[in-house]
């Protein structure tokens, strides 16, 4: 394990977007990857549950602490939060209830799998394994500490989140002297709202499921490796374009800035236009939304990606590096010498003390998670809406009802 890459190319944490667009793999390639202070909360908030499980510690104990962690190779310190304490504390409790539930039961945290019996580019780490063996289960839970997109467990189909199939058929192989008879496999979310109102979602599937699952998995990389050799022989474009294909797994992909497929999508929508006076067909408007999202996504890594380019003193034809417009802002201690140079008196300039912001005055309430810190303030806070929001069918919220008056007035 230790002669193999620090992430694979085929990693299943990114398997939904290379299974359903095998050519963005090699798109991908020497793409260098970019993180934020999304990413390396998401990383810190891993290794803070990984220590807790590993030396039987909680998380609220430290709070206002100092934890060091590993990220890729790299020692960082961070001072923990109530906040992700919190969130940490509850994934653990979880975790603890199932493993105290069976006395015989086994935990593996951060295990690495190597799936060579199927593929040598199959590899990846999973968050956090269990065995019972009163239930003959096999548990893999995945921490997703992402607040903005609530993953599922599984997509409107009933197939099974693609990432944690792979990280379930790496635990079978890697410890089949367990000899489950089922999976179950959990995605641990704490911050992000999903509609079943559920932190923890997960799915239980039979031993037998993973058979034909690895045979898919074989296909799907097989077809990777078929477009990556046509796109060495057609450089540069046009290349055989079928091996792309656009979807909601564009979001995420790190050669989305270069892609045509995208880019024909992003000009074909473009291209549409839609007015209120004007007549236009309903479905194609249904269309234009749910491609939104993914199209925002991409506008964003085009402009982070040119940006990155332009840094590395390879700038885009037409484009130049500036220094950002400074804001003004007062320099310290000067509040006594521009009351003097007014005429006035220091407290004039001075704002009366104001009630702090509710996300920060949360995080001083009582608690021991957001659910019980929100309840804490809920009896000082009112819920005024501004207004309506169009959303997708899916969202949890009733849709509101207009009446031809209300209609009427909105035209």
């Avoid at 540069?236 to 909601?248: M, T, V």
């Amino acid at each position: 394990m230790n002669s193999l890459p620090a992430h694979s190319k085929v990693g299943f944490s990114s398997r939904k977007r290379w299974a359903a667009c095998p050519g963005s793999v090699k798109l991908s390639e020497n793409i260098p990857s970019t993180s934020s202070k999304y990413a390396e909360e998401g990383t810190a908030a891993h290794a803070l549950q990984q220590f807790c499980l590993l030396h039987d510690k909680n998380a609220v104990d430290l709070v206002s602490k100092d934890f060091t962690y590993e990220d890729h190779g790299e020692t960082k310190t961070i001072k923990v939060e109530a906040e992700m304490a919190g969130h940490i504390q509850g994934v653990l409790k979880i975790i603890r209830r199932m493993l105290n539930e069976d006395p015989c039961s086994e935990i593996r945290v951060e295990e690495k799998f190597h799936l060579h019996q199927i593929h040598q580019d199959l590899f990846g780490t999973g968050d956090v394994v269990i065995w019972l063996p009163s239930k003959n289960r096999l548990v893999c839970r995945d921490l997703k500490y992402g607040a903005g997109v609530a993953v599922d467990i599984e997509d409107e189909h009933g197939q099974a989140n693609a990432q944690l199939e792979g990280y379930a058929l790496g635990a079978l192989l890697k410890y089949m002297k367990w000899k489950p008879t089922e999976v179950e496999i959990v995605i641990d979310q704490p911050r992000a709202f999903h509609s079943s109102g559920e932190t923890s979602r997960s799915k239980i599937l039979p031993v037998s499921y993973f058979v034909d699952m690895a045979a898919d998995i074989v296909d799907e990389v097989k077809l990777t490796e078929e477009a990556s050799a046509q796109f060495g022989r057609m450089l540069p474009f046009p290349w055989e374009i079928s091996y792309l294909k656009q979807g909601d797994h564009c979001r995420w992909c790190p050669a989305a800035p270069l892609c045509p497929k995208l880019k024909n999508k992003a000009q074909e929508l473009a291209k549409k236009v839609f007015a209120p006076e004007a007549p236009y067909k309903p479905h194609e408007l249904s269309e234009t939304l749910d491609w939104l999202p993914i199209l925002e996504a991409w506008i964003k890594n085009v402009r982070e990606f040119a940006y990155a380019e332009a840094e590395q003193g390879r700038t885009p034809p037409s484009y130049k590096l500036v220094e950002k417009e400074g804001r003004a802002k007062w320099r310290e201690g000067i509040a006594f010498d521009l009351a003097d140079k007014l005429g006035i008196d220091t407290n004039e300039l001075l704002e009366p003390a104001a009630l702090r912001g509710i996300t920060e005055i949360k995080k001083m309430a009582p608690g021991k998670n957001d659910k019980e810190r929100a309840e804490f303030i809920k009896e000082f806070t009112i819920r005024e809406s501004s207004g309506h929001a169009l959303v997708h069918e899916s969202d949890k919220r009733a849709a509101v009802k207009l009446d031809a008056a209300s209609a009427f007035a909105n035209q």
